[in-house]
C-alpha cells in the first residue's frame, strides 16, 4: 500500500524529512522511453479506474475516464517532477498522487458532459444487472448497499475524499494533494462526511 | 450538532477521527475486524466507518478493457518514440565542449562556436548570441545552414566566375555598389 511510507526512503532536503516517490524508478524509465509507461498503467489501471467509477457510477463513463487519464499521463509525464511546496506535504506529489489529480480533472470534465445526456445512476446499475453476469451482480449488490448509496449522497469533495480514503486507502496527505486542499481541511472533509453518513444510515434503521 | 461547534473542536474531532481511520485501515491489513480508538470518538462515526470499510467495493476494469488500452498507450508511446527521433520534440544539450567555454556555468548559455572560430574572429568582433542547440532534426538544418553559408563565402573570395549568369550577377552587383565595371 502506498502513502503510508511504507517502502519509502527518505532523504533530508533543506532541513525535512521528503519520502521518495516510490514509483520513481519506474516514472524515470517511462519517461527516457514512452514505452516503458505500461509498468505504471499496469499498476494503476484499477485504481483509477475505481475512482471513476465511484464518481460516476457507471462501467462505461469510468473506462472512458480512466482512458482519458492515462492517455494525458502519458502525454504529460516529461513534465511531471516530485516537487511539493513548502506547504504540502511530500507524499502529496508522487506519481500516484498526480495521476489521480488527472483523474479528478477528468471525472469533472466527463460530469460536464453526462449534464447533456441522461445518466444512469447507481441504483439504476444495481436493476440492470443481468442474473447470469455474476460480476455485475455482485456490483449490483454493493451498489444497493445503504452505505454505498449513503456515500453516493454525499456532495463533492466529501464524497471524493471519503472514496479514496476508503476505496484507495490514500492517507489524508494524499488526498490533499489530489483534491489541491490542505490536510485540515481533508480531515475534517472526512470527519463531517462520516457523520452524514453515520446520520443517514441512523435515520434509514441500518446501522448495525 | 457538529456544524454549530466552534472550528477548533470540530479539528480536535476531525482529528481523532483520522487517527481511528488510520487505525482501522491498517487493521484491515491484519485481517483484524477493529482497532483500538479514542473514547471520546463518537461511536455513531465508529460504526459508520467499519461499515464504510466493509462494503465499499473496489471494482476493477474488464481484461478486455485494460488490454485494449494497453494496446492504444503503446500505440501512443511508439508515435511518441518517432516524433522524438524526427526531431518533432528535443532537449536541450550541451554542445560538448561548451562546459569550458567562457561564459558561466550555464553550458545552454555557452556559445558552441566559440572555440570553433578561435583566433581568426576579430577581438573587437561583437560576441554571438548565445543559443541552446535543440539535439535533433535541428541539427540537420543547423548544418545545411552552416553549409550553404561556407559556400557562399567561398563563392565571395573567389575570382570572376566563368558561368554567365555568374558573371551577370556579379556585375550587377558591382554597378550597385558604384566600383568601376571590368568587364573582362
Known amino acids: 500500500m502506498f502513502g503510508r511510507g511504507k517502502g519509502s526512503e527518505a532523504t533530508g532536503t533543506a532541513g525535512r524529512v521528503v519520502p521518495l516517490d516510490p514509483d520513481r524508478s519506474l516514472v524515470r524509465a517511462a519517461q527516457a522511453d514512452p514505452a516503458r509507461f505500461d509498468a505504471l498503467y499496469r499498476k494503476y489501471v ?4 475505481n475512482v471513476a467509477y465511484h464518481e460516476l457510477g457507471d462501467h462505461h463513463e469510468a473506462e472512458d475516464v480512466t482512458e482519458r487519464t492515462f492517455l494525458h499521463a502519458l502525454g504529460a509525464l516529461a513534465r511531471f517532477r516530485e516537487e511539493a511546496p513548502d506547504d504540502v506535504a511530500p507524499e502529496a506529489s508522487t506519481f500516484r498522487v498526480w495521476l489521480l489529480r488527472i483523474a479528478r480533472n477528468a471525472v469533472a470534465n466527463q460530469r460536464r458532459t453526462l449534464r447533456r445526456r441522461p445518466v444512469t445512476t447507481l441504483d439504476a446499475v444495481g ?25 453516493a449522497r454525499l456532495p463533492g469533495d466529501r464524497r471524493r475524499a471519503v472514496v479514496l480514503r476508503f476505496v484507495e486507502e490514500m492517507s489524508t496527505a494524499e488526498i490533499a494533494g489530489v483534491l489541491g486542499r490542505s490536510e485540515g481541511a481533508v480531515r475534517v472533509l472526512l470527519h463531517r462526511a462520516l457523520r452524514t453518513v453515520a446520520r443517514d444510515l441512523g435515520e434509514r434503521g441500518e446501522t448495525r | 450538532m457538529t456544524a454549530a461547534a466552534p472550528l477548533e473542536s470540530v479539528e480536535i474531532e476531525a482529528l481523532v477521527t483520522d487517527r481511528y481511520l488510520d487505525a482501522l485501515l491498517a487493521a484491515a491489513e491484519r485481517r483484524a475486524p477493529d482497532a483500538p480508538t479514542d473514547p471520546s470518538l463518537d461511536p455513531a462515526l465508529r460504526r459508520a466507518a467499519l461499515r464504510l470499510r466493509d462494503e465499499l467495493v473496489r471494482v476493477h476494469p474488464s481484461f478486455r478493457f485494460e488490454e485494449r488500452l494497453a494496446r492504444r498507450l503503446a500505440e501512443a508511446a511508439a508515435g511518441m518514440r518517432l516524433a522524438v527521433a524526427a526531431g518533432g520534440e528535443g532537449a536541450i544539450l550541451p554542445f560538448p565542449g561548451a562546459a569550458t567555454a567562457p561564459h558561466g556555468d550555464d553550458p545552454t548559455k555557452a556559445d558552441p562556436f566559440d572555440d570553433a572560430l578561435g583566433d581568426a574572429r576579430p577581438s573587437t568582433a561583437r560576441p554571438l548570441p548565445r543559443r541552446p542547440l535543440l539535439v535533433g532534426g ?19 573570395t573567389r575570382g570572376a566566375p566563368t558561368d554567365p549568369m555568374a558573371r551577370a550577377v556579379r556585375l550587377a552587383r558591382l554597378a550597385r555598389d558604384g566600383s568601376p565595371v571590368d568587364l573582362h
Do not use: N
Open chain 1, 127 to 151: 436493476e440492470t444487472a443481468a442474473p447470469d453476469d455474476p460480476e455485475r451482480s455482485v456490483l449490483a449488490r454493493a451498489d444497493a448497499s445503504a452505505a454505498w448509496a449513503a456515500v
Open chain 2, 138 to 156: 535541428a541539427v540537420t538544418s543547423a548544418a545545411l545552414s552552416l553549409a550553404g553559408a561556407a559556400f557562399v563565402a567561398w563563392r565571395l
Open chain 1, 46 to 49: 484499477a485504481q483509477v479506474y
